[in-house]
C-alpha cells in the first residue's frame, strides 16, 4: 500500500481534519481575544525578516553591520571567511553529502527487484507513532517509505559537515585555535546523529531511533544559544581587563560543559521514555491527542506505558510554540546591543530568520499540530488512483509533489539552512569580538 489512510483511536479526531477549531472551542479565551492573539502571532514574524531594520530601531548604528561589507557581499567569499573553509572544501561537502543520499536512492530502486527487509527488532511494522505525527503518504513496501522526510535530512548532514570539517581546519591547520572548537565539533556530531538518526526514523520508521532523534535535535536547537551567551562570557571578561587568551579558555569550557550537561540530561530523559515504551501505540504530544475529549489526557494508562499523564492543551501553548523564531531572536538582540555591540553578518542573519520562520510556520500544519495539510491528502488520493490505473509517470509525479511539500520536510529544508547560516553567524560576531580584542 503507497496511500496510508489509517484512521485515529475511536473519541479521537480523525485524521486530516484540521483541530483549531476544537482547540479553540475548548479554550476559555473569548473568541475576539483568540482571533487578536492570532493577529499578534502572525505579525510577531515581521520583525525578524527585516534585522537590518530593526537593529537601527533598538539603537545599533551603520558601524554594528559593516561585516558583510568588509568581506564582500559574495555569499561564498562569506561563508568561507566564517567556516575557516575554501571553497573547494565546501564543494567537498556538498559532493560527500549528495554521494551518500544518492547511494540510499539506488538502494531504494534496487530494492524493488530485491526486497529489504529491515531487522525485526526495530519494530518498523509499528506505524501508530508515525501515522500520529506526519502526513507525507507512505510506500510502507519500499526501502524509503517516505522520500520527502527522508531525503530532506540532505540539509542537516551537509550542515554537519560544514562545522565538523571547520572545527577540524581550525584546530589544526589555521592559526585560530583559541575558542569554541571541542563545543563546535560536539554540535557538529549531534548534528551528523540526528542527520542518520532522522533519516532512519522517517525511512522505516524503526522505534529505538525516534528517541535518538528527538534528542540529538534539542542538541542542536541548544547550542548556538549557548555559544552566542558564551561569546558574551568572553567580551564581558576582555571589557573587565581579563587578558583575552585566558578570557577565551573560560568561555569555550564554560560553553562545553554547559552543552554537555545538556546532552547527557536530556538524553537519560528521552532513553526513559523510549524504555516506557511512551510513544510506541501514539504520539502523547500531538495536539489531537490533547484535546478535551481525548481519552489520552484523562488517566495514565498503566506504570509501564504512556505513564506520563498529558493535560488538555491550552490555546497559549500552541501561540508560543508557534512564535518559537522570534523568542529565539530576543536573547541575540539584547547580547547585540548590549554586549557585542556589533550584529555580525546581516546576510547570514536574514537567511537563518527567514528560513526558519518560513519552515516553523508550514511546519505548523502537519498532523501533530494542527493537521492543516489537506493538499497533501490530495496528492496522495491522486497518487493511488495513477497507480491502479497503471499510470506509472503520474503516480510518481503526485508522490513527488506530497513529498516536497510535506510539512516535515519543508521544516528539514529550512532548519537545514537555519542551522548553517546560524553557525556562521555566530562565528562572524565570534571573528569581530576576537578581532577587536586583539586575539587574532
Not at 243 to 260: G, N, Q, R, T
Request: charge should be neutral; glycine fraction near 4%; include cysteine.
Amino acid at each position: 500500500t503507497i496511500y496510508n489512510t489509517t484512521m485515529c483511536k475511536a473519541d479521537v479526531t480523525p485524521y486530516w481534519t484540521c483541530v483549531y477549531d476544537e482547540l479553540s472551542r475548548q479554550d476559555h479565551i473569548p473568541l475576539p481575544l483568540q482571533r487578536l492573539f492570532l493577529c499578534l502571532v502572525a505579525a510577531a514574524y515581521l520583525p525578524i525578516m527585516f534585522p537590518l531594520t530593526v537593529g537601527h530601531f533598538v539603537g545599533l548604528d551603520d558601524s554594528c553591520f559593516e561585516f558583510d561589507e568588509e568581506h564582500t557581499f559574495n555569499f561564498l567569499t562569506l561563508m568561507s571567511v566564517t567556516t575557516g573553509l575554501s571553497q573547494l572544501q565546501l564543494y567537498v561537502c556538498v559532493s560527500l553529502t549528495a554521494a551518500f543520499f544518492a547511494t540510499l536512492v539506488w538502494a531504494d530502486i534496487t530494492a524493488i527487484e530485491r526486497p529489504f527487509r529491515w531487522p525485526k527488532v526495530w519494530e518498523t511494522e509499528n506505524y501508530a507513532c508515525y501515522d500520529d505525527m506526519f502526513c507525507e503518504p507512505s510506500r510502507k513496501d519500499r526501502l524509503i517509505r517516505r522520500p520527502g522526510n527522508t531525503l530532506s535530512n540532505f540539509f542537516y548532514l551537509f550542515s554537519a559537515m560544514i562545522v565538523l570539517t571547520s572545527s577540524y581546519s581550525r584546530a589544526f591547520i589555521s592559526e585560530e585555535k583559541t575558542s569554541f572548537i571541542l563545543s563546535d565539533a560536539t554540535f557538529g556530531t549531534m548534528m551528523l546523529i540526528l542527520s542518520i538518526s532522522s533519516t532512519v526514523w522517517h525511512g522505516c520508521n524503526a522505534m529505538w531511533s525516534h528517541g535518538v532523534d528527538l534528542w540529538s535535535m534539542d542538541a542542536a536547537i541548544i547550542y548556538l544559544p549557548i555559544r552566542m551567551m558564551s561569546l558574551g562570557v568572553f567580551v564581558t571578561l576582555c571589557k573587565h581587563s581579563w587578558d583575552p587568551i585566558m578570557a577565551s579558555h573560560i568561555a569555550s569550557a564554560a560553553c562545553m560543559l554547559i552543552y554537555a550537561a545538556h546532552i547527557l540530561s536530556n538524553g537519560s530523559r528521552w532513553k526513559k521514555k523510549h524504555d516506557q515504551k511512551f510513544w510506541h501505540k501514539h504520539f502523547p504530544f500531538a495536539v489531537r491527542n490533547r484535546l478535551l475529549h481525548s481519552p489520552y489526557v484523562q488517566t495514565k494508562n498503566d506504570d509501564t506505558i504512556n505513564s506520563l499523564s498529558l493535560g488538555p492543551i491550552p490555546l497559549y501553548e500552541v501561540y508560543l510554540f508557534a512564535l518559537m523564531p522570534v523568542i529565539h531572536n530576543i536573547p541575540s538582540w539584547i547580547m547585540a546591543k548590549n554586549v557585542y555591540e556589533s550584529f555580525g553578518s546581516v546576510c547570514f542573519a536574514r537567511i537563518l530568520n527567514i528560513s526558519l520562520a518560513v519552515g516553523w510556520a508550514y511546519r505548523m500544519t502537519e498532523r501533530w499540530a494542527l493537521d492543516a495539510c489537506r493538499h497533501i491528502k490530495f496528492f496522495g488520493e491522486r497518487m493511488e488512483m495513477a497507480k491502479k490505473n497503471g499510470e506509472h509517470a503520474k503516480s510518481f509525479a503526485w508522490m513527488t509533489l506530497a513529498a516536497v511539500l510535506s510539512p516535515t520536510a519543508v521544516l528539514h529544508y529550512c532548519t537545514g539552512i537555519t542551522l548553517t547560516a546560524a553557525f556562521c553567524h555566530a562565528r562572524s560576531v565570534e571573528i569581530i569580538m576576537l578581532q577587536k580584542f586583539q586575539v587574532l
